[in-house]
Structures are given as structure tokens and as C-alpha cells.
């Protein structure tokens, strides 16, 4: 093979369509397809194409792949797409990807494929060493199943995080899908999951339909969450959220990142319903905290006052005296909040022309002490 824009063949009869994204706004992630049919991979009109040219446009690069189950049927599939994994990463920075963030997506068949190298099967040795890569280097770093898999053998603890598409519909797609979620929960494995009621695993993007349409949207948000769109290292951040001055007894504090390519939002909730934590703190470690660079602030507040079903004396349980804000929040209970008691703050003062900023800086102690400052009027 070589490392050029274009399909890449094997001796094996596996090909690598590549697709790159614009050369200015390459994350580094990359997603090798494994369509339903493999040896159609290369089809203009086909699944696997569309969604390469819907990712190339969320900066992600995508190599399709055809594969050949024949004569070693779904075990000699299995090998080609390890290999094209292994490749792929011991070529990672001739191609411009990341070789920590190679995913791998499976429609159907494809899917059964995908699951089965992630999971349970090792992939033998073969040409991949020729091509510099080795068999350990061929699992995928995350996995995405669409309208499967069900059929896959025992899930070890530590498999790569999976994003999963599929029908509650008993005739939908392939059967299973469902008890196979509850195995991959069983495995500690990080799953996000989405299920419809109804599927057609030929709808490929469902590009037009208001229900199966939404799923390729999930998918980014989901690498973009789990920080597979950068190699940039993440941060903990704690802090405190004030609102006209009082802590923030409940809420959500959002921050979304400003011009750069690859992070995701996070969100730090402000619940106070766990011992030891003060009022208006907020909290992420590191594995689901920000990448360091500015940040928009949004803070949502749940509530004018904390709810509660009953009066509790819980917030002045305190050793020695309560502080004002727990006198304060302690002694009111509205008993059902109306839609005018949720708020969103996205500037310091409602007539602020600017957006709320924050800078996340780099260092796992310098963004411990965080300060959010919001005011009604």
C-alpha cells in the first residue's frame, strides 16, 4: 500500500477507500466503515460512502472498507479489518490521523464484523506486519454498531467504548441488539445507546426522516464528548457558581468551546445532595473534564429555591453555626417549580453585549479553584 489519497489494496482482495476532510480542520480522528455488504464498499451511492462524505464534513477522516469473506468466510473478514486497523496506525502520521483515536463503524453485517474485532477475537497474523503493523496494534480505539450486533461471544472488561444504534421492532435489523447492550453494561464497557422503535438498516443516514435521522448527529456528539475528535489532554476542574451574589443551590454550569476544532462541551452539575460538598460547587475529573482553551459559560438554574417534597432541616445540620447561604436556602421549600423557575445565564448581566467567557488552563491543579459569577439584572 501507499500512503496517498485513494483506494488501497491488499493481497487479501481488502480495499481502503479513503476520505479525507478539508486539509484546514483535520481533528486527527479517523472511523474505518465496515458496510453491510463489503463488496460493495466502493459504491458511490452506498452507506458507506455517504457516511464517509457526512463525517469528512465534521472534520473526521474515514476509510471505507471491502473486505472479502471468502473462502474463510466471517473469521478471514475479521483479519481484514484488523489489518486495515493495524495499517492504519502504523501509518497515522503519513496519513494525518491520530493513532490513538482509530474507531471502527459497522452497518449490519458489518456491524456483527466490527463487534466481534473489538470484543472477543483476536485478529491471526498476516500481512499486516509487512505493511508495519502487528497484531496487537489492531484493536480499534472505539466502536460504533449500527442495526447490530447481537451474535458476539463473552465481552471482557476494558473493550473499547461503544456507541450503539439499534430497534426495540423484534423483526428490526438483527436480533438481540438489545440483551447485547445489557452485556457491554455487564462488561463495564462504556456504551452509549440508542434504540427506535421501528428501523430500516437499508435507510443508511435516514437522511429526511424526523425519527432515524437524528443518529448520525448522535454519533458526533458522542466522539466529541468522549474526547476521540482531539489528542489534547483533559483536565479536572472544580468551582463555585454564584447567582446575584448567593451560591447557586441547583444547576448545571455548561461550557462550550470557542473557535477550536475538537472538543466537546462539558457540563458540571451543581446538586448539593451529596455529604461534605458545599453549596454551589461544582466538580469533573480529568477523564470528563475540558481540554485547556476559552470557554463560553452557560449557567442553568433549576429552581428560584431548592425543592423539596418536605420541610427538612438537612442544609442547617452543620457543625457549628449555618452560614447565610444555608439559613437561606434551608428555609425555603417551593413545592413544584413552574417553567419561570428555570433560568439560563450565558453573560455576567443580562445587558452585557459579550458572551460569558472562562479560560481553561493547562495543569491538572490550575483550574481547582474556578469562579462563575452570574447576576438577574
Known amino acids: 500500500m501507499d500512503d496517498e489519497p485513494g483506494p488501497k489494496g491488499r493481497a487479501d482482495g481488502s480495499v481502503l477507500y479513503a476520505f479525507f476532510p478539508g486539509r484546514g480542520n483535520i ?17 458511490p451511492t452506498g452507506i458507506g460512502t455517504q457516511m464517509a462524505r457526512w463525517l469528512n464534513e465534521r472534520d473526521v477522516t474515514v476509510f471505507v472498507l ?4 471468502q473462502p474463510d468466510g466471517h473469521s478471514a473478514a475479521i483479519a481484514q479489518a484488523g489489518q486495515a486497523v493495524s495499517y492504519l496506525r502504523a501509518h497515522a502520521g503519513n496519513l494525518g490521523i491520530s493513532p490513538r483515536r482509530i474507531g471502527i463503524l459497522g452497518f449490519s453485517a458489518g456491524a456483527d464484523l466490527a463487534a466481534d474485532l473489538a470484543y472477543n477475537q483476536p485478529v491471526p497474523p498476516g500481512p499486516a506486519a509487512k505493511d508495519g503493523g502487528n497484531q496487537d496494534s489492531s484493536r480499534p480505539d472505539f466502536v460504533a454498531l449500527a442495526w447490530g450486533s447481537g451474535s458476539t461471544g463473552a465481552v471482557a472488561a476494558g473493550a473499547p467504548p461503544t456507541f450503539l444504534v439499534g430497534s426495540t421492532g423484534a423483526t428490526d435489523g438483527r436480533p ?10 455487564a462488561a463495564h464497557v462504556p456504551v452509549d445507546a440508542h434504540f427506535f422503535a421501528h428501523a430500516d438498516p437499508a435507510a443508511g443516514l435516514a437522511q429526511g426522516d424526523p425519527s432515524l435521522g437524528a443518529w448520525p448527529a448522535m454519533f458526533e456528539t458522542w466522539l466529541r464528548f468522549s474526547g476521540f475528535m482531539t489528542d489534547a489532554s483533559r483536565v479536572p476542574i472544580k468551582g463555585m457558581v454564584y447567582l446575584d451574589g448567593r451560591v447557586l443551590p441547583h444547576g448545571y454550569v455548561i461550557l462550550t468551546p470557542v473557535d477550536f476544532v475538537g472538543a466537546g462541551p462539558v ?10 460538598v458545599p453549596l454551589g460547587e461544582f466538580s469533573l475529573p480529568a477523564d470528563q473534564g475540558p481540554v485547556p482553551g476559552l470557554y463560553r459559560v452557560d449557567v442553568r438554574q433549576n429552581m428560584n429555591r431548592w425543592l423539596s417534597n418536605s420541610f427538612s432541616g438537612d442544609l442547617l445540620n452543620v457543625r457549628g453555626a449555618a452560614t447565610p447561604a444555608q439559613s437561606y436556602f434551608g428555609h425555603h421549600r417551593l413545592l413544584a417549580p413552574s417553567i419561570d423557575d428555570q433560568h439560563a445565564y450565558t453573560k455576567v448581566h443580562p445587558s452585557d453585549r459579550a458572551d460569558y467567557i472562562v479560560e481553561i488552563k493547562t495543569g491538572a491543579d490550575m483550574n481547582l479553584g474556578l469562579k462563575i459569577e452570574v447576576f438577574s439584572q
Open 176 to 185: 438481540g441488539v438489545v440483551e447485547f447492550w445489557t452485556q457491554l453494561r
Open 27 to 43: 481533528t486527527g480522528c479517523a472511523v474505518v466503515i465496515a458496510p453491510a455488504d463489503g463488496a460493495t464498499a466502493g459504491d
Open 66 to 69: 471491502r473486505y472479502q469473506g
Open 267 to 276: 457540563v458540571g452539575r451543581v446538586i448539593n445532595s451529596t455529604a461534605g
